[in-house]
């Protein structure tokens, strides 16, 4: 699971409570075919006052994190080397390095994306808002992941040859 930082999204959809782009790592770590596993989390994670339909999703950041931790592993897109780190120390094995490796198929998925820095500034509390629980859950995976770096003895500035 890699998770992406909010601020170089993708924006190719109005930005609307319906568009199904908002709070998507959230809503993907917080679903559950099973109703009787949703009703059990909610129970035993969320405040009990919450409405159902929880409409400032609450109850979805809590589950969300509560099954991000259930990974036994996830990198950080910004932090390729360090998840390539993390990932070997955990696992016990080694990535190794080609020349040319880098250049196969670079460019090959481009898409053209909108930079957050060039949207209004009610246009970027609007993405702020509508992605609220995606935030909070990868302020919550940045400090997880690197708590786990330093529980494996990986510098912070490790670097990757």
Excluded at 28 to 47: E, F, G, H, I, Q
Excluded at 92 to 100: A, E, I, Q
Aim: with cysteine.
């Amino acid at each position: 699971l890699t998770l992406t930082p909010t601020p170089t999204l993708t924006l190719t959809l109005t930005l609307t409570l319906t568009n199904m782009a908002t709070n998507r790592q959230a809503r993907a770590l917080s679903y559950t075919v099973d109703a009787n596993a949703t009703a059990k989390m909610r129970a035993t994670l969320c405040d009990p006052a919450l409405p159902p339909h929880d409409p400032a999703g609450l109850c979805q950041g809590r589950i969300a994190r509560h099954t991000l931790l259930q990974f036994s592993y996830f990198g950080l897109l910004e932090e390729r080397c360090l998840s390539e780190k993390l990932f070997e120390a955990q696992f016990g094995l080694r990535f190794t390095r080609s020349k040319g490796a880098h250049a196969h198929g670079k460019g090959a998925h481009a898409v053209n994306k909108l930079a957050f820095e060039n949207l209004t500034q009610a246009q970027q509390r609007q993405v702020r808002w509508l992605n609220r629980n995606d935030l909070w859950l990868y302020g919550e995976a940045q400090r997880i992941f690197y708590e786990r770096l330093r529980l494996y003895g990986i510098a912070r500035d490790a670097t990757c040859k």
